[in-house]
Structures are given as structure tokens and as C-alpha cells.
């Protein structure tokens, strides 16, 4: 054989090697799909520096169901009352602001959201959507943070837009509108103009309060004037009191704190970066929809059905205007989602027993009738009966004059550790209207969590 002969007869010819690179792109696009189809992230290959970045700063605007403090400072540590409720927060544990900001390993937490506040301004003294925006954009720091809930640690994270990392950027979560209908009475429910009235303005104001972040973010921070004083401060003036912080102590086992607040620290309006302005940090816009508060214990069972079709009125309405904001990110809004908690809320109490539940009543009742009795088989999980007894009615039920929201309202000011049932973690409500730390953890961060593709 002569030479050229040997060592085309020692190589592959070209149409082996196209049909193996053929076949080793095929496997590497197989592999992608598995990945997708086990985690459901958007990974299309095996390398970890194309997994989904990790936010190192958290916004968070909304009500009580993210209060991590503030309401707790308004009222110098008496609501929601450390006698039943942890730490500041509406619930017997971290809420998932706490959990999300810990598995984030968020170097900067800033939490406008306070008790009672709702989308719309006028309704009450409390710091609207719209008004909490205007904090955040003209640089007053929050009043509270997202404790770390590390063994190792008690101390608060940053509860002001401090220089932030280089690296992942800016997530800002915006979730409100349920006070604007659990505000409503019995009687208001009763009536259909009532309700699709206020239906329409949550919606309006929602999208108004996201509308005026965008143009935050994208640099219109700058021009904005300075905002008043922050209300947070104007309402500790005008109850002559100053700020009280939650306080550190030790939880007990059902996460309930028995000591007061602790001494006051500061509020005083912070001033925006100097070396870093909104619209150069990456941000990440996401707006939640509304939860099912038909399913909340503090909406009476005749008015359920009225309530979820209120709810999925103006979550089709929210939904519908948020189409018309998605292409408005720009610039320092790298993306504006929907997350459809009200799904993943709904889709997790249909299957309780899966994830540790038992029950949809609330662990914290006034009534002594609606204790739970401790469990004579030990801490451990237990089945639910096959015909248990009906709870009783909470004492705090709502007057036909007066708001859904009521009894939780009362709870949460004047509720005693002899109020707390003797299992919270197998309740998926800690109150009519709030979830247990267990709930904040397993139907909410977690499931979010998983939505965006982070394995927390």
C-alpha cells in the first residue's frame, strides 16, 4: 500500500466525523431536556454558571402578610402583641420575607410592607402602595427588615438600599390589594356595586404603584421630588412614641416570643446611595396576584364563594394590565413578571396532608372552646380523624357592620399565649386572615422559589 493510501486508511473520512459530531450534539441537546423536564429550570446544559443568579438585594412593598416589623414600630411593640405573635411578624414564626431573604443570602433587605396597609390611599393612615413606592424611591429607608433566621445569628439584615453586590442584581416584590377587600363588611359584600367597585380600584391602584416604580427604576428617580417625611415617622409622632424594634429573644416552642419589645433604635428617612442610584442595578420586577382570602377562616362560609369570585376578578383584571407593562422593561428592568401565588396557595391547601397540615382552622383563637387541646400521642404528625367534630365558631367572628378583617385585627392585639393552640406547625392559618410560619415556608417562599428556578 503506498503511503497516501495508509494514512487515509489510518483516519475517519469526513462523513464519520459529521455523523459523531452529529450524534454528540444530539446527546448534549437530550441532556439539556432532562434537566429542564427533572428541575424545571430553564438550564439547557450541564454548567453550572447558566443556572439562574441569585438576587443579592430585596425589595418588598405590600400588607401584613410581609410585615417583618414595621406595624410592631408604629405601635411601640404592641401590635401584632409579642404575647402571641413573633417578633413584629403576623405570624408564630419568620414570614417568608425572613425565609426567602435567608436563602437568598440577600445582603440588603429593604421591607415597606405594614400591617393593615392597602393599595389605595384614604382608606386609613397607613402607608398605601403608592406611598410606600415614593419611600422607596426617594431613598427613605424601610422601617423594617427580614431578621436572619440562622441558628447562628439573631441579627437583622439592612433594612435600607445600601451599595449593592455587583453580582445578581435586584429583586423587588410587590403584593397587596387584599385589605382593600377585607376592609369590606358582611353587608358591603351583599352588595354587587360595592364589591366590583372595589375590585376595580385595587386593581387600578396596583397597577399605578407598579407603574410609578417602572418609572423609578428606569431613571426617573432622579427627577422625582423628595418625598415627605416618612409616614412610618409621622405616625410615631403622632402617637408621642418612637420606634420599638421586635425584639431578639428566644422563641419558645410554638415560636411565640413572651418578652416585650425592645429598646427603641431609629426610623429617622435615610437618604438614597450616593455612589449608587436605582436605575444602575439590575432589577427584577415581580408582581404577585391575590391570595384566595376566601379560604381564610375569617371569611364567613356563605360569603366564600362571593369572595373567590371577587378574587378572580381582579386577578384577570390585574393580569390583563400587567400585559401592557411587560414591554416597559428597560434599562435597569431586566424582566416584569406576574406570579401567580394565588395558584400555588390553592394547589398547597388542596393537599394538606402532604405537607404537614391537618387543619385549615386557626391555631390562635380568643374563644377557650377553640383551643386545641395537646396532641396525647406526642409532637409527631397525626391523621385527622375520619369524622372530626366541627370547630367552634371563633369568638372574634365579623358583625355584619363590620370588616372581614375584624377578628384578626383583634387577635392580634389583645391575643395571650393561653389563646395558642398546642401544634401550630399542623395549621396552615396562625390566624382568621394570616398564615402559620409553616404556611409562610412550605405554600409560600418555597414554591416562589421554585417559580423563578432557584433551588433555595
Not at 369572595?307 to 386577578?315: I, T
Amino acid at each position: 500500500m503506498d503511503r497516501p493510501a495508509a494514512r487515509r486508511a489510518g483516519r475517519p473520512s469526513a462523513p464519520v466525523l459529521t455523523l459523531a459530531l452529529s450524534l454528540l450534539l444530539t446527546l448534549q441537546l437530550a441532556t439539556g431536556r432532562q434537566l429542564r423536564q427533572s428541575d424545571g429550570s430553564s438550564r439547557t446544559s450541564t454548567s453550572s454558571s447558566s443556572s439562574p443568579s441569585l438576587p443579592t438585594e430585596l425589595v418588598v412593598f405590600g400588607d401584613s402578610l410581609s410585615d417583618t416589623g414595621n406595624m410592631f414600630r408604629i405601635t411601640n411593640g404592641q401590635v401584632p402583641t409579642p404575647e402571641a405573635y413573633w417578633r413584629g411578624r403576623f405570624s408564630n414564626g419568620p414570614v417568608w420575607v425572613d425565609l426567602l431573604a435567608r436563602g437568598l443570602g440577600a445582603s440588603s433587605v429593604s421591607n415597606y410592607a405594614v400591617g393593615g396597609a392597602t393599595a389605595c390611599g384614604g382608606r386609613n393612615i397607613l402607608p398605601s402602595l403608592g406611598q410606600q413606592v415614593t419611600q422607596f424611591l426617594s431613598g427613605q429607608a424601610a422601617g423594617a427588615s427580614a431578621a436572619s433566621t440562622s441558628p447562628a445569628s439573631s441579627a437583622s439584615s439592612s433594612s435600607s438600599s445600601t451599595s449593592p453586590s455587583s453580582s445578581g442584581g435586584r429583586l423587588v416584590v410587590v403584593w397587596t390589594g387584599h385589605n382593600d377587600l377585607l376592609e369590606l363588611s358582611p353587608a358591603q359584600w351583599a352588595d354587587a356595586g360595592t364589591v366590583q367597585g372595589a375590585v376595580s380600584s385595587a386593581v387600578e391602584c396596583v397597577l399605578n404603584g407598579v407603574t410609578a416604580l417602572l418609572s423609578g427604576l428606569q431613571g426617573g428617580a432622579q427627577q422625582a421630588q423628595q418625598a415627605p417625611p416618612s409616614l412610618l415617622s409621622q405616625l410615631q409622632t403622632y402617637s408621642g412614641r418612637g420606634p420599638a424594634s421586635p425584639s431578639p429573644s428566644s422563641s419558645s416552642g410554638d415560636g411565640s416570643t413572651s418578652s416585650s419589645a425592645a429598646p427603641n433604635t431609629t426610623s429617622t428617612p435615610a437618604s438614597a446611595p450616593a455612589s449608587t442610584s436605582l436605575d444602575s442595578v439590575p432589577t427584577r420586577l415581580v408582581v404577585w396576584s391575590l391570595s384566595p382570602i376566601d379560604l381564610a377562616p375569617a371569611v364567613p362560609p356563605r360569603l366564600k364563594p362571593t369572595v373567590a369570585a371577587a378574587v378572580r376578578s381582579a386577578n384577570e383584571r390585574l393580569r390583563r394590565g400587567l400585559e401592557g407593562l411587560y414591554g416597559s422593561a428597560g434599562g435597569a428592568v431586566s424582566s416584569v413578571q406576574l406570579y401567580d401565588v394565588n395558584a400555588a396557595i390553592t394547589a398547597a391547601l388542596g393537599r394538606l396532608g402532604d405537607l404537614g397540615f391537618t387543619t385549615l382552622d386557626p391555631c390562635l383563637r380568643l374563644s377557650s372552646d377553640g383551643e386545641e387541646k395537646p396532641a396525647t400521642a406526642g409532637p409527631g404528625p397525626t391523621t385527622a380523624p375520619s369524622s372530626p367534630a366541627p370547630a367552634p365558631a371563633p369568638a372574634t367572628s365579623a358583625a355584619p357592620t363590620s370588616p372581614l378583617s375584624a377578628g384578626a385585627t383583634v387577635e392580634a392585639t389583645i391575643a395571650t399565649r393561653s389563646s395558642l393552640c398546642a401544634h401550630p406547625e399542623r395549621h396552615a392559618f396562625f390566624d382568621p386572615v394570616h398564615p402559620s410560619a409553616a404556611a409562610h415556608e412550605r405554600v409560600l417562599m418555597r414554591p416562589f422559589a421554585q417559580a423563578q428556578g432557584w433551588a433555595l
